[in-house]
């Protein structure tokens, strides 16, 4: 069965602490790994999407990567302004049209 | 802003009554769909639309729940005789023709209440 874990659940950082948040997937054929921002009372913003082991994307503070098993997104130097929700995801059933998201990290940077 | 939108952002409602939500989506985008998301939960796939057509639907969406995208363009979300259980955050997505395969672009939900 298709699972989508992520931890940790919520992870507090000083501003300039470098941390990584983690998300393990299992599914059958993957066609994708999708990273999400989402902030308290909004829908989603869209990060990075990932296809195979070993690639990696970078944006400003961060950087996916991915294995076989897990994808990491590393945050370097954090600022208040990257406090949010992180959500992974992947697209599952036969077509793939269904996004199957985990519960998300949520990150609070404080200054 | 060409971006997903949704409308209401926000609907009280009390129990029993029904209720319908709007999305538009990315104006190029041919692809469509609705999710659900509770507190501290992710975002739960409830359907998809491919132009007007609805492809998938979640066999967890009960028969209170109906969508439509009548022309391929907006798509609504009515839910019959609301229930508490159905309080939530309802978020549509758009993709298509010019992002790539399986990329999602979502709208700022719209948050229901049931009293």
């Known amino acids: 069965e298709d699972q989508v874990t992520q931890s940790p659940e919520a992870l507090r950082l000083q501003e300039g602490e470098s941390s990584s948040l983690n998300c393990s997937y299992t599914?059958?054929?993957?066609?994708?790994l999708f990273w999400y921002r989402q902030d308290p009372g909004k829908g989603p913003e869209f990060l990075f999407t990932?296809?195979?082991a070993g690639e990696e994307k970078e944006k400003e503070r961060l950087k996916a990567t991915l294995t076989k098993k897990e994808s990491f997104l590393h945050i370097t130097a954090p600022k208040p302004e990257d406090s949010a929700t992180y959500l992974c995801?992947?697209?599952?059933?036969?077509?793939?049209?269904?996004?199957?998201f985990g519960t998300g990290t949520s990150l609070t940077v404080i200054p | 802003d060409t971006g997903v939108s949704q409308d209401p952002r926000h609907k009280i409602t009390k129990r029993g009554q029904n209720v319908t939500f709007r999305c538009d989506p990315i104006?190029?985008?041919?692809?469509l769909y609705w999710y659900r998301q509770t507190l501290g939960q992710g975002p739960e796939f409830l359907t998809y639309?491919?132009?007007?057509?609805?492809?998938?639907k979640s066999r967890l969406l009960s028969d209170r729940f109906s969508a439509e995208r009548p022309k391929g363009s907006f798509s609504t979300l009515e839910i019959q005789r609301t229930e508490q259980g159905d309080s939530a955050m309802y978020l549509c997505?758009?993709?298509?023709?010019?992002?790539?395969?399986?990329?999602?672009?979502f709208g700022p939900g719209t948050r229901l209440t049931v009293t």
């Open positions: 997505a758009s993709s298509g023709r010019t992002t790539p395969l399986y990329e999602q672009y």
């Open positions: 599914v059958s054929g993957l066609r994708g």
């Open positions: 990932l296809y195979s």
């Open positions: 995801a992947v697209p599952r059933g036969d077509t793939g049209n269904q996004f199957y």
């Open positions: 104006s190029e985008h041919n692809r």
């Open positions: 639309f491919q132009n007007e057509a609805q492809l998938e």
